[in-house]
């Protein structure tokens, strides 16, 4: 399920520390780590078509074993061509969804990443829409 109210990426730049431009470990930390307190622009690190780019708000628990959780906030690109494996916002016969875009044999699967809730095959008949590819899960810790 997916509550979709779409916002689209602001044109606003906003500064935010980044500080560590390298990768941190999740280990022991070095004392050697060179720290980078400058601005970052998060809109040019994780968007590519400003234009077609939407956040979108998961609900529900089918995707939690892709790390999509209930609440969490989708960055979906309505620009980038689905390919199999791709996670996206699916409309089919008027319902919303998220799920893993499967290209089978047998037509089309949207798959779900959890074993609790089934996997949807998409019936030749039904009417689907790809309304965007999702790219980045923002993942509330709090």
Not at 16 to 35: H, I, K, M, R, W
Not at 63 to 75: C, N, P, Q, R, V
Not at 86 to 95: F, N, S, T
Not at 118 to 139: M, N
């Amino acid at each position: 399920m997916l509550a979709l109210h779409p916002q689209p990426i602001s044109p606003e730049v906003v500064a935010v520390l980044l500080a560590a431009p390298t990768a941190v470990a999740c280990g022991f930390p070095s004392p050697a780590q060179d720290y980078y307190d400058g601005p970052i622009d998060l809109t040019s690190m994780l968007v590519e078509d400003q234009a077609a780019t939407f956040i979108v708000r998961a609900a529900g628990h089918s995707m939690t074993g892709a790390g999509i959780s209930d609440g969490d906030e989708l960055l979906v690109d309505r620009s980038k061509r689905p390919r199999h494996g791709d996670i996206i916002v699916a409309i089919i016969d008027g319902e919303l969804t998220v799920k893993r875009l499967a290209l089978t044999a047998d037509g089309v699967v949207l798959r779900s990443e959890n074993s609790e809730h089934p996997d949807i095959v998409v019936a030749e008949l039904s009417d689907l829409q790809v309304w965007g590819v999702a790219t980045y899960c923002l993942h509330h810790l709090r």
